[in-house]
Nanobody
């Protein structure tokens, strides 16, 4: 059974940083791309960042470029999202997803339950 578990969310002031983690079990993590999505209240879930199986290529949505960094440790079956210079508009439930490389929900087969990030102004 595949499990995807996010952690690291919390409440932070604007300008602060958080590091999200995503632990994946039940599959060979290095065979799968990984991505982070987020969903703010009243909005649709949106793509944030993706990383290829080896970690050699990374993709970001424009609002987070230069502030967020996606990474992975295949030996630890763990992915990360380092978030710096956080803004109130980054407030959302953040999801980790595992699947094929892409920017859409349907590209990913396995999802976590999400971790809440709240940025105060």
């Amino acid at each position: 059974q595949v499990q995807v578990v996010e952690s690291g969310g919390g409440l932070v002031q604007a300008g602060g940083s958080l590091r999200l983690s995503c632990v994946v079990s039940g599959l060979t993590f290095s065979n799968w791309a990984m991505a982070w999505f987020r969903q703010a209240p009243g909005k649709e879930r949106e793509f944030i960042a993706a990383i290829t199986r080896s970690g050699g290529s990374k993709y970001y949505t424009d609002p987070v470029k230069g502030r967020f960094t996606i990474s992975r440790d295949n030996g630890e079956n763990t992915g990360y999202l380092q978030m710096n210079s956080l803004k109130p508009e980054d407030t959302a439930l953040y999801y980790c997803a595992v699947g094929s490389r892409g920017h859409y929900d349907g590209d990913y087969n396995y999802w976590g339950q999400g971790t809440q990030v709240t940025v105060s102004s």
